[in-house]
């Protein structure tokens, strides 16, 4: 089984991917590629029917969207819990990952994930301050404070137990962590950046970013 990968350093769909990957106990290779120089195009035209990443190839067939590579994993690995066990709950988890999945363009447009810290150098990432993107946070901070207050006597996650929502709101918390966003103008009362901080100290996480900002 092959994962393919995007730069660790700035591909949000591939880390979700492989963050549930890595959540089911698989065994799997990662081949990452330059996506963004000529060359990686060229061999990402090569292997990606849809010219994206990430990619799972696994059994002869080539799994090309972030989503569907988690419903497969949930599928393959139903003792892993991907998703939670109560209908209603694991209902709003797909929600909640299909929101992230599909929406927060402003967001994903103007602030790129930086598994990193803010500051580079003398270089400083500045918060955005358009109006599109501090509608995405306020929809992001509601409903992580909804499921948090819901949800949140069972466990430290966004639904209790860890799911496959967790992974797509992870490169949301290497946002928000990289640009510095004060979540409490948003109308965080303390619930959205403890759940935040949670995503960014998940050891799965961690590991993905100590060999994204590994020297090459």
């Known amino acids: 089984m092959e994962l393919i990968i995007g730069p660790r350093l700035y591909s949000t769909w591939s880390l979700r991917p492989w963050l549930v990957l890595k959540r089911a106990g698989a065994t799997f290779d990662v081949t990452e590629i330059d996506i963004y120089s000529p060359e990686g195009k060229v061999e990402l035209a090569q ?25 497969w994993c949930a599928d393959r690995w139903p003792e892993a819990k991907l998703w939670p066990d109560d209908p209603t709950t694991r ?12 929406g927060f363009a402003a967001l994903r447009t103007e602030c790129g994930m930086g598994p990193d810290h803010t500051m580079v150098g003398d270089d400083r990432c500045l918060p955005p301050t358009s109006e599109a993107v501090g509608r995405d946070l306020r929809r992001i901070v509601s409903l992580w404070m909804q499921m948090r207050g819901r949800f949140g006597a069972e466990g430290p996650w966004l639904f209790g137990a860890w799911s496959i929502a967790d ?20 109308g965080d ?8 901080d949670a995503l960014l100290a998940q050891p799965d996480f961690l590991e993905w970013s ?7």
């Open 91 to 102: 209902a709003l988890a797909r929600a909640a990952a299909s929101e992230m999945h599909g």
């Open 189 to 196: 009362d303390g619930t959205a950046a403890a759940y935040r």
């Open 47 to 71: 292997v990606s029917p849809s010219g994206f990443v990430p990619l799972l190839k696994v059994d002869g067939e080539m799994i090309w969207d972030s989503l569907a590579i988690s419903e």
């Open 167 to 186: 992974a797509f709101f992870t490169p949301v918390a290497t946002r928000l962590r990289h640009f510095q966003i004060d979540l409490a103008p948003c």
């Open 210 to 216: 100590r060999e994204a900002l590994a020297p090459q």
